[in-house]
């Protein structure tokens, strides 16, 4: 299994016994479940890093604006997933925001002072947490790159591959997506626009490299899609 499949599996699995309080015997009675509805923010820019956030039903995503009060989105988050990670790494104010995508979003939470009293006492929590925190970086880092040196076809094509290694699912000799994603999103994601990744997707199954419906995308060869 390589680092990013490990990765993901860890976030989906051992973390969600640990992150959420009614899990954790110590913080169950303080923990009161946190629901969403579509469009309710979780956290705005410049609000306090106090806590980080796990989801457990829902999806999230976590954006920020220009000085022009353009929308930028960074990531789009699911179950399992963790977001808010950077107070651990010193932020002291939200620079981005959370927001919710679907109703019927919950999110469990636990302060990072909680957070910091069990990794005091567990060294494999400590590290695969802050691999964690490196790894969503140096993806940020990845996708600041792409915007700047990469035309708008090559960094869709890019999404999509990262997306099949980070979360796809093997069947026979294709990658598997779970399609939770619109086009509107990928646009946002990859700085493009809807008609751009429709136009793209489009040719991409006109050439018999990928297949896509609303539940899923299909890559036919990873190694074709380049």
């Known amino acids: 299994m390589s680092d990013q499949s490990s990765l993901w599996y860890?976030?989906?699995?051992?973390?969600?016994?640990?992150?959420?309080?009614?899990?954790?015997?110590?913080?169950k009675d303080k923990h009161v479940p946190s629901g969403y509805k579509k469009d309710d923010f979780?956290?705005?820019?410049?609000e306090a890093s106090k806590q980080i956030y796990m989801i457990?039903?829902?999806?999230?995503?976590?954006?920020?604006?220009?000085?022009?009060?353009?929308?930028?989105?960074?990531?789009?988050?699911?179950?399992?997933?963790?977001?808010?990670?950077?107070?651990?790494?010193?932020?002291?104010?939200?620079?981005?925001?959370?927001?919710?995508?679907?109703?019927?979003?919950?999110?469990?939470?636990?302060?990072?002072?909680n957070l910091q009293d069990?990794?005091?006492?567990?060294?494999?929590?400590?590290?695969?947490?802050?691999?964690?925190i490196g790894w969503r970086l140096r993806k940020m880092e990845s996708k600041i790159e792409s915007l700047v040196f990469k035309d708008a076809l090559?960094?869709?094509?890019?999404?999509?591959?990262?997306?099949?290694?980070?979360?796809g699912?093997?069947?026979g000799f294709e990658m598997m997506i779970k399609n939770h994603l619109t086009h509107k999103d990928i646009a946002s994601l990859t700085?493009?626009?809807?008609?751009?990744?429709?136009?793209?997707?489009?040719?991409?199954r006109e050439q018999n490299l990928i297949n896509f419906d609303r539940?899923?995308?299909l890559i036919r060869d990873m190694e074709k899609l380049v």
């Not at 860890?10 to 913080?27: N, Q, V």
């Not at 789009?76 to 990670?85: P, S």
């Not at 069990?118 to 964690?132: A, H, P, T, V, Y």
């Open 10 to 27: 860890f976030e989906e699995s051992d973390l969600f016994d640990i992150l959420c309080p009614r899990k954790t015997p110590l913080l």
């Open 42 to 46: 979780i956290y705005f820019p410049d």
């Open 56 to 113: 457990s039903n829902g999806r999230v995503k976590i954006g920020t604006y220009t000085d022009e009060k353009k929308e930028i989105v960074k990531a789009i988050l699911t179950k399992g997933e963790i977001f808010g990670e950077l107070a651990l790494a010193g932020e002291m104010t939200r620079t981005d925001f959370a927001q919710a995508m679907d109703n019927d979003t919950r999110i469990c939470f636990m302060t990072i002072e």
């Open 118 to 132: 069990l990794m005091k006492g567990n060294q494999e929590l400590s590290f695969k947490i802050l691999r964690i």
């Open 154 to 167: 090559t960094r869709i094509v890019d999404f999509l591959r990262e997306t099949a290694l980070e979360k």
């Open 169 to 171: 699912q093997k069947v």
């Open 191 to 204: 700085g493009t626009s809807r008609q751009i990744v429709t136009t793209v997707m489009n040719e991409l």
């Open 215 to 217: 539940r899923r995308i």
